[in-house]
């Protein structure tokens, strides 16, 4: 079974902090991305990267970084948190071609930022 | 970003009932996808459609890819109370492009 983990499954942080989400994923899958969930906007795309130091913006980047040095991990940077950035964060990775790319989420970070 | 029109936004139903809830585009997706995502947890793969005018079943759940390429229904047989939770559609393009993601249909199963 595809595994993808996510480091916290809640956090708080305060307004300027630096925030890390990580996630690690057992598949040897290519894609990873990151996605923000909010009540009644559903899924949105914040980053995504299809090789190791290779990244792409999604629909809402701005405020967001990452990093991917390995293969199985895809991290998530918030500069300097901020309340709008309250959210649940979900973490997924797919292997790339049909018809097997499905995307396998993780089990989601609830951020809080105060 | 582009998502997908996918409705109801919220069902209440009764246990036994069957559920449906469908997705459109105003363009073509190559593939559609339906997820289930529990309480405090992250979206579960239900179903995956490949070709146009495909219907695959899941036990009591059966989807099917639109001729035109444009739309994806799900219908939930005889519903229980464990079919609580968010369903969202999902559409790939083409191969190795991200998903779009509707908004998702917020079931509620009432006992």
């Known amino acids: 079974d595809v595994k993808v983990t996510q480091s916290s499954r809640y956090l708080v942080k305060r307004t300027g902090e630096k925030v890390f989400l990580e996630c690690v994923q057992d598949m040897d899958h290519e894609n990873m991305f990151w996605y923000r969930q909010d009540p009644g906007l559903g899924l949105r795309l914040i980053y995504f990267?299809?090789?190791?130091?290779?990244?792409e913006k999604g629909d809402i980047p701005e405020g967001y970084s990452v990093s991917r040095e390995k293969k199985e991990r895809f991290s998530l940077i918030l500069e300097s948190a901020s309340t709008n950035q309250t959210s649940m964060y979900l973490c997924?990775?797919?292997?790339?071609?049909?018809?097997?790319?499905?995307?396998?989420f993780g089990p989601g970070t609830r951020l809080t930022v105060l | 970003g582009q998502q997908l029109n996918q409705s109801p936004q919220s069902m209440f139903i009764q246990e036994g009932e069957d559920v449906s809830m469908n997705c459109t585009s105003s363009?073509?997706?190559?593939?559609w996808l339906w997820y289930k995502q529990d309480p405090g947890e992250g979206p579960v793969l239900l179903i995956a459609l490949y070709k146009a005018g495909e219907l695959t079943s899941n036990g009591r759940l059966t989807a099917q890819f639109g001729i035109t390429r444009k739309d994806s229904f799900l219908n939930i047989s005889a519903s229980i109370p464990s079919d609580v939770g968010i369903y969202f559609c999902?559409?790939?393009?083409?191969?190795?492009?991200?998903?779009?993601f509707g908004k998702g249909t917020r079931l509620s199963v009432i006992a």
């Open positions: 999902a559409g790939q393009k083409w191969g190795n492009t991200p998903l779009v």
């Open positions: 363009s073509i997706f190559n593939t």
């Open positions: 997924a990775s797919s292997y790339p071609g049909l018809p097997k790319d499905t995307q396998y």
């Open positions: 990267s299809y090789d190791v130091k290779m990244k």
